[in-house]
Structure formats: C-alpha cells, structure tokens
C-alpha cells in the first residue's frame, strides 16, 4: 500500500491558532529596533534562585516518584490554600500534583469518563484549551458564563463546568456570589466545578491585597463551597507567580472522591510530575515574598503600558487581573494586530479566545522592563502625544 492509500491516523483537531500570527511576528521583527513580543504570555524574569536551588538538591532521584505528589508537596499546598485563598483543613490526599496546568484542563474531561452526549461548559470568552479537553473525551463544548444561559435540553446534559477566573485573555474577576451562584446550579444538576484560578495571585486594582484590596474569591473557600468541596476542583499553576513555566508545575485540589479517581487514572497512564520539580515546587509555596516581587514587577509594567495604549487609541476592558490587558479600538482584530506589527509589537488576536472575542486584542506583561518600555514609546509617538 502506498503512503497516499494508507489510512489516516492522527486526532481531528483544529491547527493550533498561533500558527496564524506567524506573518504579523515576522512584520514586526522587520522594525529597525527589533520586535517586542507581548502575544504569548511566557514569564521572562529569572526562577528565583531558592527553587532553582531546591531543584538541584532533588537531582538524584533515581526511582519512580508517586502520581499522588510526596506527602511533604501536598502539606506544601494545603498551607499555601489556608494561608493564600482563604481555604482552611483542605486535607493533603484531596491534592494533586500535574503536570503544568494545561495538561489537566486538556485531559480532564476524559479522565472523569466524559464522552458523546455529554457537555462541557466553558466561558463565552475562553481559553481554547477548554474546548480541545472536551474534543478529546468526544463531548460536547458549549460556550456559556452561566447555566441558566442554556437551552434546558443542553442544560440537562452539562456534566463539566469550567470557571476561569481571574479570566484568560479578559482578566476579569468572579465575585464571591457569582461563583456561589455558579456552583449551586452546577451542583443542582450533579455536574462538576472546575476552577482555573492560575492568576488569583495578580490582582489589580480593587484585587491588590498589597495595595489595600481584596483577595481574588476561590471555588474552594468556603463563602463559595459552603464548606462542602464536593463537585469541586481548584486548578492553579505556579508558572506566572514563580517563573515556572519551563518546569510544568501544577495542582488540583477539591473534592476527595474525585482526586481519588482522577490519582488512579493517572497512575495507569503514567502522569507524573518528577521528583526535582515537586521538590521545587514545595520550595516555591512555602515562600510568599517571591511572589510579591514578582507581582510588583508585573504591576510596574502595566502602569507603563496602560497609558501607552489608551493613547494610540485602545480601551481597556476588564483586566482586573493576571499578566494581559484585554483591548479595543474598535475596528477588527487583524487590523489591530496589523497595525502593532507595524510598530514592531506583537499582540494576542481576540478571535483565538471565541466568538466574543472579536475586535479585541490581548496585550500581555511579560516582556522585560526593557521591551515595555520600547512598547510604551512607540505607542505613544505613534499617538503623536
């Protein structure tokens, strides 16, 4: 049989959208002072020295580690809940170590035995990753902020209902009632809750606990879950807040019936976060001080790029948190994108994150002070200001 005659193999998935920006990065590479790149939201500032130490110490590690993280890891994460999202006597077996926090949204629907028929709700404004989970368990994606949105044929079928907040690209945060609202229904129907609260960490504004606000609510905090974490799930990522990213370091934590199920499935497929990085990840948790260096870092660059984008004609929405302003100038997205290439500035297209997306672009902070400071002048003598 001939290579043309041979049957096709592979999943039946759409191109990764990124691929389409690949003209617009090389326009913007063509300014005479280089490209500034805030599209991909990859932490540039170095892993703090302590992790990167505990890393090393952890190097020989010979054996097999346990799917179910060390129990030191989860003691690790059960403190910083109680200590940073308001969530206290969350028991370490209700915790799981993942690889990265990507993985587990991707593969989570089939691992809680998802499948045609069934829905997976994610928001109007998403992540596209949500949908790919729901593809790969052959369920149904629907678009939705709340289940009362949705026609009741569908509504009876939502098995999975992902809330992410603060937001991606939006950066919008659910208050504490809202969630409470979303979990009553969501529960009402016996559907689980999965929040992806990677950016709870990067509040601005009225969410800046360093600056006097309020903590960003949690799906596990108990003015949300009643105390009761059943049909819960929290889902967090150490990239953003400890310059992780390259480790693959991530949790979930909630309902103890479901970490059981979700521990024995990844022990059969072999999801395992290695032994060095769970010990790096144990010393990344038991120190906050990194991680208000980091999020001052952050707040510096978008005080800078703030002001430089509403003067070339960009409003901001939303972008009440995380490492991404969400914004508009009115007119269409590759337009947008188009004229930031020209500028030499790369941004996220809108379209990637949904219909409602359109006409938006997502502006992210993690260049170094250096790039967001060429990003702000240009954008500002472009603005003729």
């Known amino acids: 049989m001939s290579t043309s005659e041979a049957p096709g193999f592979g999943l039946d998935l759409p191109e990764y959208p990124w691929e389409a920006m690949a003209p617009y990065a090389r326009r913007a590479a063509e300014h005479p002072d280089g490209a500034v790149n805030l599209s991909i939201g990859t932490p540039v500032d170095p892993t703090p020295e302590h992790i990167r130490a505990a890393l090393a110490a952890a190097a020989d590690a010979p054996g097999y580690p346990t799917t179910h993280g060390t129990p030191a890891l989860r003691e690790s994460i ?13 028991d370490p077996a209700d915790i799981l170590p993942t690889v990265g926090s990507k993985e587990l949204v991707a593969w ?18 998403a992540y596209p990753t949500y ?38 690209p939006t950066g919008a945060v659910r208050s504490t009632e809202s969630l409470r609202a979303l979990v009553d229904s969501a529960r009402a129907q016996g559907a689980v809750v999965a929040s992806d609260e ?44 400890s310059n992780l990213a390259g480790y693959r370091a991530a949790f979930t934590a909630g309902d103890g019936a479901l970490i059981a199920s979700l521990v024995n499935s990844r022990k059969h497929a072999g999801m395992i976060v290695p032994a060095p990085v ?14 208000q260096a980091q999020k001052d870092l952050y707040r510096a660059r978008r005080e800078v790029l703030v002001p430089a984008l509403e003067a070339f004609g960009l409003r901001i929405s939303d972008s ?3 490492l991404y302003l969400w914004a508009t100038a009115g007119e269409d997205t590759w337009t947008t994108i188009k004229r ?34 060429a990003a702000a002048r240009r954008l500002t003598n472009a603005s003729g200001s």
């Open 278 to 291: 769970q010990a790096a990840m144990r010393a990344a948790l038991d120190d906050d001080a990194h991680v």
């Open 131 to 168: 949908d790919i989970g729901a593809r790969l368990a052959g369920a149904e994606a629907v678009a939705a902020d709340s289940l009362d949105e949705l026609d009741p044929a569908v509504r009876r079928r939502v098995r999975l209902v992902w809330v992410n907040s603060p937001a991606n």
């Open 78 to 90: 059960a403190g910083w809940y109680a200590r940073r999202r308001g969530t206290p006597d969350l």
């Open 340 to 373: 930031l290439a020209e500028l030499g500035i790369v941004a996220g297209p809108g379209v990637f994150y949904g219909e409602a997306g359109a006409g938006y672009v997502r502006v992210a902070l993690t260049a170094d002070d250096d790039g967001v400071a």
């Open 198 to 241: 990677c950016y709870a960490e990067l509040g601005w504004g009225e969410w800046d606990e360093a600056r006097g606000g309020q903590r960003v609510p949690g799906v596990l905090e108990p003015a949300v879950s009643g105390g009761d974490l059943s049909l819960l799930l929290s889902v967090y990522s150490l990239s953003k807040q």
């Open 320 to 322: 009440e948190a995380g």
């Open 108 to 125: 989570l629907p089939l691992l809680l035995g998802l499948g045609p028929g069934d829905v997976v709700v994610r928001p109007v404004v």
